[in-house]
């Protein structure tokens, strides 16, 4: 068994735990995955900074793989790459993996126009979804609302029904709505996260039969 934590910008990033489980599968781990999501929403004394993020998330979800997510936003992925390696300086971890999306998350949410109709509810609309193509995805400056207008147009609604609906909630299902995860290696940054976790699962050992 294999257990692995996942460290998060916000609550709506917890779906990269499917991310990460496709990932160690295909970097040959094949003992029983335990993904965690570090949820510190409910602590009374909430810790401030990334490296007592980092600490209290492995205190209550110790695991034997860390994964630390930042969205790159308005840095570069170096600056949130340097920024880990100073946050985890000096502490007693377990073997960690850095998931930076280039700008955000909803970056890779952008490879797969048929899980965006299945997340806005409407799989059989054929109104035309401009999505970018492949290559220009990580030069977009906003995802986020790029997402979200998608879904409001894949969804087919309009007036009172399109204000009901729930885009964030859709946004969380589209990565759980991919069928074929092999569709974010067009992007640069996941190639690189997924190298991180086939370098992290050899020198560790976690690519070993149970």
């Keep these: 068994m294999i257990r692995s934590t996942l460290v998060t910008d916000g609550s709506s990033d917890r779906v990269l735990t499917r991310v990460i489980d496709w ?3 295909e970097s040959g781990v094949r003992s029983e995955l335990i993904s965690q999501w570090a949820d510190l929403r409910g602590i009374r004394v909430r810790p401030v900074g990334l490296r007592s993020i980092i600490l ?3 205190d209550l979800y110790p695991c034997d793989l860390l994964f630390i997510h930042r969205d790159a936003e ?3 992925p170096q600056d949130r790459l340097l920024e880990i390696a100073v946050a985890l300086a000096g502490c007693e971890r377990p073997p960690h993996v850095p ?3 280039v700008r955000m998350q909803e970056s890779w949410l952008l ?3 048929k899980a965006i109709r299945l997340a806005a509810g409407n799989p059989n609309s054929t109104v035309p979804l401009t999505l970018p193509r492949r290559n ?3 030069r977009i400056a906003d995802p986020k609302a790029l997402v979200f207008s998608l879904l409001r147009t894949a969804s087919g609604r309009q007036g009172r029904k399109l204000q ?7 946004r969380t299902q589209i990565c759980e709505q991919m069928a074929d995860l092999s569709v974010l290696r067009a992007l640069p940054s996941f190639v690189a996260f997924e190298s991180a976790v086939r370098i992290a699962v050899a020198a560790n050992h976690l690519d070993r039969w149970p």
């Design 56 to 58: 209290k998330a492995l």
């Design 99 to 101: 998931v930076v999306p």
């Design 136 to 138: 220009a995805i990580e």
């Design 164 to 170: 009901q609906f729930n885009v964030e909630f859709a």
């Design 111 to 113: 490879c797969d126009e």
């Design 74 to 76: 308005s840095q570069t």
């Design 23 to 25: 990932t160690l599968w």
